[in-house]
C-alpha cells in the first residue's frame, strides 16, 4: 500500500559528473582565473558552504547571461550553468582548482 512512498525522499547517489569538451573548457578558464589570481582557498570554501544551492547558482548564470555575455562568451555562460547545475560539479570544480594550483607551484 506504501510502495508510492518508498523512494519518496530518495536521491541519487552522488557522482562525478564528466563535463563535455566544450563545458571542459568553460570550467578550466574559470578555475585557471582563480588559481591566477590565487584565491583557490576563498573560492573553495564558498563552493564548500553553497553546496546546496548549486543548481541555483547554475539557474542564476543562466538569468545573468545577457548582462554577463556583453564582457564574457555566452556559449561559455551556457556551458558553464549547465555543468554547475549537475549534482557533484562543485566537487569537481574545487579538485581541477587543486590540480591547476600544484601545476603551477611544480612550474614555478
Known amino acids: 500500500m ?5 523512494h519518496a525522499f530518495s536521491v541519487e ?3 562525478s559528473p564528466r563535463p563535455s569538451p566544450s563545458q571542459e573548457k ?3 578558464a ?7 589570481r590565487r584565491m583557490t582557498l576563498p573560492a573553495q ?7 546546496p544551492l548549486h543548481f541555483l547558482a547554475g539557474q542564476m548564470l543562466r538569468f545573468l547571461e545577457p548582462v554577463l555575455a556583453v564582457a564574457l562568451d555566452p556559449a561559455g555562460i551556457r556551458d558553464f550553468a549547465s555543468f554547475l547545475e549537475q549534482r557533484g560539479a ?5 579538485k581541477r582548482m587543486e ?10
Do not use: H, N, P
Open 2 to 6: 506504501l510502495k508510492w512512498l518508498k
Open 13 to 15: 547517489a552522488s557522482s
Open 26 to 28: 568553460a570550467i578550466d
Open 30 to 36: 574559470v578555475c585557471r582565473e582563480i588559481v591566477r
Open 45 to 51: 570554501m564558498f563552493f564548500e558552504s553553497s553546496v
Open 90 to 94: 562543485l566537487e569537481y570544480i574545487g
Open 99 to 108: 590540480d591547476l594550483q600544484a601545476d603551477g607551484e611544480t612550474k614555478a
